[in-house]
């Protein structure tokens, strides 16, 4: 379970972080896991905040080659390198994919059916890169997703108390070695949201 | 550590999602453990005195807080950093033992390493200015910045602070330790957490006795890998590169971010330099300056700088830098910033990559830790990477080179 504390102040969405409410005191995953449950290689946490309606997540991904093809939203994100949202209420599934390059491909599933790529989560989305897209020759570093969810697109008012079923993966493929994912929890429909 | 994460192996593998959030009791088997236990918790007011609630994975459980000098009272259970329920940092006892029976699928990594053998003892001192010991025998650590810009909570202090101790306790221990950069990821200006950060740094590193020796990474600047810090550069007096400067250099008496030591047989059978290169600082005082460190001829000859040949962007001083050094022998160019560690044989034979040192990391298959080089009777520096919780060495890593920079046997 995550309490996830309510913003002080507006988060503006540039992919930078640097607002004080995400330094003063967010919601922590910690250290994603692998599988195993060891600490996953590469590293990849989460921290979150909430307010003004939206529900705030920075994800950070550790990534020596940075890896993103798909081209439009909604686009097949299963081989890039990504992060995968599931927030679950009264039966219904609601998953965000985000890419390092930004691409957003996010989906409705309604009592364990297909999913619905139809659907629009609203999501606002930035994004910091610090490596070269698509380039395995050279070592890159890090990528980081600041993102907006609006809580109305979850079918929630956006209130103190409010709970969330929520996962959290994130895939990746590293040099020279196979695609590997890792999670908070174990990267299905685990975990809680509590906001605060 | 690998302990612990086969605690956590079992502790998650088990609880699964049919046992997710508010109404679990997980654990119900669980042995105390220095007065924590694996029970669940929501807020702090459900553990007892000594113990605290933290976040591990997907729930969160009640586990003893570690001393202050990381360890636990309980040789069945490793300090790991871990967050509290309200999001603050802390450190823990995590099991060793199972808090459930183990499943199938509870195997943890395999370990690959291998033992290590440091050699013979090394006499002599290594000070500030350099020094003279009867055979090079030195630590690398590299890049141990948190993952998160002003993240104070998040700073990995509980690897760095192992890492050194792990160099301390080694037998014989190494006679100094250089680090390659990123000991921060602060903001620039006022409001900064550099100077903390630093704090942060310096108190992990004293584990180890011995003189340290730090490049200055882009971190040191304002975090941007092109960043030019020093008076009369693009970024100027930052307040990263001030934190670097006054706690990391100063207590060396260095004051400039570019630097040179020399240690030196005790019986002169042979001579070394270490020149430390600040492409975050780069001008052309310090374009003069290396062209005179590395004219001056000595046996081995080792470049510290923290970017790679190949970084991309490029550090101001970067590609500069590396055609000065081009023109002189050399044995290795000790680097770091990728979160990672590594030496290849092409396309930079002499480059040796050392940034896990505590920093988030970029491999799938690494881990954090530290290498050692280690002179060999033949004159030869023998190259290993240390893993920080099983102290084997990666025998994919292991090299040994020349004086000359010619890879050997």
Redesign the interface.
């Known amino acids: 379970m995550l309490r996830v504390p309510r913003t002080p102040s507006a988060i503006t969405i540039d992919g930078e972080t640097d607002e004080a409410a995400w330094v003063s005191g967010p919601a922590r995953t910690g250290a994603f896991l692998a599988p195993s449950g060891a600490p996953a290689q590469p590293y990849s946490e989460a921290r979150l905040l909430w307010g003004n309606g939206e529900l705030y997540l920075t994800l950070y991904a550790a990534d020596d080659d940075i890896e993103s093809r798909a081209t439009r939203n909604d686009g097949p994100l299963w081989m890039d390198d990504s992060f995968r949202v599931t927030l679950s209420r009264d039966g219904v599934d609601y998953v965000i994919e985000v890419a390092p390059s930004g691409i957003v491909a996010d989906a409705i599933r309604r009592d364990g059916g297909a999913l619905d790529y139809k659907w629009q989560s609203g999501a606002r989305i930035a994004r910091d890169m610090d490596g070269t897209l698509n380039d395995p020759k050279d070592n890159d570093e890090e990528w980081v997703i600041e993102m907006a969810i609006p809580l109305a697109a979850l079918g929630m008012k956006g209130e103190s108390g409010e709970t969330v079923t929520f996962s959290l993966s994130r895939c990746d493929t590293p040099k020279l070695s196979r695609r590997v994912c890792s999670s908070w929890g174990d990267g299905t429909t685990c975990g809680r949201l509590v906001l605060e | 550590m690998r302990h612990s ?2 605690a ?6 088990a ?3 049919a046992r ?3 109404t679990d009791d997980g654990g119900t088997d669980a042995s105390l453990l220095d007065g924590g236990s694996c029970a669940t918790c ?1 807020t702090g007011s459900d553990c007892s005195d000594g113990t605290q609630c933290v ?6 459980y009640c586990m003893a807080v570690c001393a202050s000098d990381g360890s636990c009272a309980s040789s069945e259970a490793s300090c790991i950093a ?2 509290t ?4 940092s802390t450190q823990v006892c995590v099991p060793s033992t199972s808090c459930e029976p183990p499943d199938d ?5 395999v370990d690959s390493g291998v033992p290590y053998d440091a050699g013979g003892q090394v006499t002599g001192t290594v000070g500030a200015d350099g020094g003279t010991l009867s055979r090079l025998y030195f630590g690398v650590v590299g890049d141990t910045r948190p ?5 104070l ?2 700073y990995p202090t509980a690897i760095v602070t192992k890492i050194f101790q792990d160099i301390e306790a080694f037998s014989p221990k190494p006679a100094f330790v250089l680090a390659t950069g990123d000991y921060q990821f602060a ?1 620039s200006g006022s409001t900064s ?1 550099a100077s903390k950060q630093l704090a942060l740094y310096v108190t992990a590193r004293q584990q180890y006795s011995g003189i340290q020796f730090p490049a200055m990474g882009n971190h040191e600047c304002t975090g941007s ?1 092109t960043s030019n810090c020093g008076t009369g550069n693009t970024n100027g007096i930052t307040a990263n590169y001030t934190a670097f400067m006054n706690q990391l250099l100063t207590p060396i008496g260095k004051t400039l971010p570019y630097y040179v030591i020399n240690v030196n047989a005790v019986d002169s059978s042979w001579t070394s330099k270490f020149v430390f290169i600040a492409a975050n600082a780069w001008d052309s005082t310090q374009s003069s300056w290396l062209s005179t460190a590395m004219a001056q001829k000595t046996t081995y000859t080792f470049v510290v700088r923290h970017e ?1 040949p ?3 962007p490029a550090g101001p001083g970067q590609a500069p830098s590396e055609a000065i050094i081009a023109g002189f022998p050399y044995t290795l160019e000790i680097v770091g ?4 560690y590594g030496h290849y044989t092409t396309p930079y034979p002499r480059e040796v ?1 050392i940034g896990n040192g505590g ?9 954090y830790g530290f290498a050692l080089f280690s002179q060999r009777t033949d004159g030869a520096i023998v190259a290993d990477m240390i893993d920080y919780m099983t102290l084997k060495a990666d025998s994919y890593f292991h090299f040994v080179v020349a004086p000359t920079g010619t890879l050997t046997k």
């Open positions: 994460l086969l956590l192996t079992v502790l998650f593998g609880l699964g999602c997710d959030g508010l929501v976040q591990l994975g997907v729930n969160s871990a967050t329920f309200d999001g603050q699928d509870a195997g943890g990594p993952a998160n810009y002003e993240d909570a998040g903001a957490t890998t790679p190949d970084a991309s910033h990728s979160h990672t990559i920093a988030p990391l970029t491999s799938s298959s690494k881990n």
